[in-house]
């Protein structure tokens, strides 16, 4: 195990920029017409890759210029996933001009690109070691659009549902030894998703010192996932789901417009209410409704083969039934649900509904018994961060107990009180 450094870190100027060495520029087309005039780079080649396909990758960073002598990315999404690849096959320094704060991936030491085996898209995740460099201007970073500046957050928050399949895992004994559930951990990853939540509304208005919070955050979040040596602090089924949509996308969604859905929906499968972290994404400017719930829907339908064919970590979506109605449930809670054998949603059929049945609905509506608030889920904050430090190392749940025994308190995203690093384990 190799447990990576963050990148270097520098907060200046494009225009403060003189490089040197012959560079290979991987960016897209408008962002290098906005930015390209403010740095000064001796290009050999320039790129635009416009989407994460493994071959294309592997092709850019075989076929490199044998002059060239470091990898400059400008921007994110595609073109920072390339520039990743293309710097570790050909042992070159990469650095990274972040555009906005879409995500956590300027400081991962992986790539994330997607190749069709036999007609499926399949997701690769390549270790190439982190960033050489990221060079911060705020004043880029500021301009951004209100949807992409501080997007970054649904990363931070995926803690929540991340934290929650990993407790979930352990109490099944199904996480393997290299990635035990560790209370320590679990405290400090939702003590930051706790101030991401706290922050969403600064960040969302980009506010400077929010904006430095967020990156603070990510930066922390990436750390600790490098020294566990997995990511399972951080990333869940809402990750699973939302790599597996990307790879069919042919919309070019965001990456925050595909992870925010998906966080909400295994919110909502493991009992939560995400009606907060719903507020807190969209108070961040992050756009929940560009995922299409027919796409959602589709790859649910298939999610057993899907799971069967890759080797992902335990999650709830191992014990899910596509056609349950926990499921229909969860997919109502996030906004994702659509009638069965139709492209629409509930609420869209409701307003379409003929005038007898909207009656006949509301007569049912106001026989139903009053809502009892004390009955519904607390919303999957990681409020109890407190009580998980609090937890004995000792304490553990029974060995072979049934999942009943151990007790899920909703609200509580770190978990650590009910499972500990002597949980059973596969």
């Known amino acids: 195990?190799?447990?990576?450094?963050?990148?270097?870190?520098?907060?200046?100027?494009?225009?403060?920029i003189q490089e040197k060495r012959p560079?290979?520029?991987?960016?897209?087309?408008?962002?290098?017409?906005?930015?390209?005039?403010?740095?000064?780079?001796?290009?050999?080649?320039?790129?635009?890759?416009?989407?994460q396909s493994l071959e294309l990758f592997e092709y850019l960073a075989a076929h490199l210029p044998s002059q060239v002598e470091a990898v400059y990315v400008v921007g994110q999404g595609a073109a920072l996933e390339a520039g990743?690849?293309?710097?570790?096959?050909?042992?070159?320094?990469?650095?990274?001009?972040?555009?906005?704060?879409?995500?956590?991936?300027?400081?991962?030491?992986?790539?994330?690109?997607?190749?069709?085996?036999?007609?499926?898209?399949?997701?690769?995740?390549?270790?190439?070691?982190?960033?050489?460099?990221?060079?911060?201007?705020?004043?880029?970073?500021?301009?951004?659009?209100?949807?992409?500046?501080?997007?970054?957050?649904?990363?931070?928050?995926?803690?929540?549902?991340?934290?929650?399949?990993?407790?979930?895992?352990?109490?099944?004994?199904?996480?393997p030894p290299e990635q035990r559930f560790t209370p320590w951990s679990a405290s400090v990853a939702a003590g930051l998703a706790a101030h991401a939540l706290k922050s969403a509304p600064a960040i969302?208005?980009?506010?400077?010192?929010?904006?430095?919070?967020?990156?603070?955050?990510?930066?922390?979040?990436?750390?600790?996932?490098?020294?566990?040596?997995?990511?399972?602090?951080?990333?869940?089924?809402?990750?699973?789901?939302?790599?597996?949509?990307?790879?069919?996308?042919?919309?070019?969604?965001?990456?925050?417009?595909i992870v925010g859905p998906c966080i909400l929906l295994v919110?909502?499968?493991?009992?939560?209410?995400?009606?907060s972290l719903r507020d807190a994404m969209e108070s961040a400017g992050v756009k929940l409704d560009r995922l299409r719930a027919t796409d959602v829907q589709s790859f649910i339908d298939v999610l057993p083969e899907y799971l069967g064919a890759h080797s992902l970590p335990y999650t709830v979506l191992n014990d899910l039934d596509p056609l349950g109605e926990e499921t229909a449930q969860a997919l109502q809670a996030a906004g994702l649900a659509i009638l069965p054998g139709t492209?629409?949603?509930?609420?869209?059929?409701?307003?379409?509904?003929?005038?007898?049945?909207?009656?006949?609905?509301?007569?049912?509506?106001?026989?139903a018994p009053p809502d009892d608030e004390a009955t519904r889920p607390?919303?999957?904050?990681?409020?109890?961060?407190?009580?998980?430090?609090s937890v004995p190392e000792q304490e553990t749940a029974p060995k072979n107990a049934p999942v009943e025994a151990v007790p899920n308190q909703a609200g509580d995203a770190s978990g650590a009180d009910d499972v500990t690093e002597d949980s059973p384990r596969a």
Do not use: C
Not at 40 to 48: K, R
């Open 1 to 16: 195990m190799t447990v990576w450094p963050l990148p270097r870190i520098s907060f200046r100027e494009l225009g403060s």
């Open 23 to 51: 560079v290979a520029l991987l960016t897209t087309e408008q962002t290098w017409a906005i930015l390209g005039s403010q740095i000064a780079l001796p290009l050999v080649i320039q790129a635009e890759p416009e989407r």
């Open 84 to 175: 990743k690849l293309v710097a570790a096959r050909n042992d070159i320094p990469l650095i990274v001009v972040p555009t906005a704060l879409e995500s956590a991936a300027m400081l991962t030491p992986t790539a994330t690109a997607y190749q069709d085996d036999d007609g499926q898209p399949t997701v690769h995740t390549i270790e190439t070691g982190p960033a050489t460099e990221v060079i911060v201007d705020w004043d880029v970073i500021r301009a951004a659009p209100d949807s992409l500046r501080g997007a970054g957050i649904v990363d931070v928050m995926s803690i929540i549902t991340g934290l929650l399949d990993w407790r979930y895992a352990a109490q099944r004994g199904k996480n």
């Open 204 to 257: 969302g208005e980009g506010k400077p010192g929010a904006l430095r919070t967020l990156l603070d955050l990510l930066m922390q979040m990436t750390q600790l996932s490098n020294q566990l040596g997995h990511a399972r602090v951080h990333e869940g089924s809402e990750h699973v789901l939302a790599q597996a949509l990307a790879a069919q996308d042919t919309r070019k969604l965001a990456h925050a417009e």
């Open 267 to 275: 919110s909502a499968l493991h009992g939560q209410d995400p009606a």
């Open 343 to 367: 492209w629409q949603s509930p609420d869209l059929a409701i307003e379409e509904v003929p005038e007898e049945a909207a009656a006949a609905q509301a007569t049912v509506e106001d026989a």
């Open 378 to 389: 607390e919303p999957a904050e990681p409020a109890a961060v407190a009580e998980a430090e």
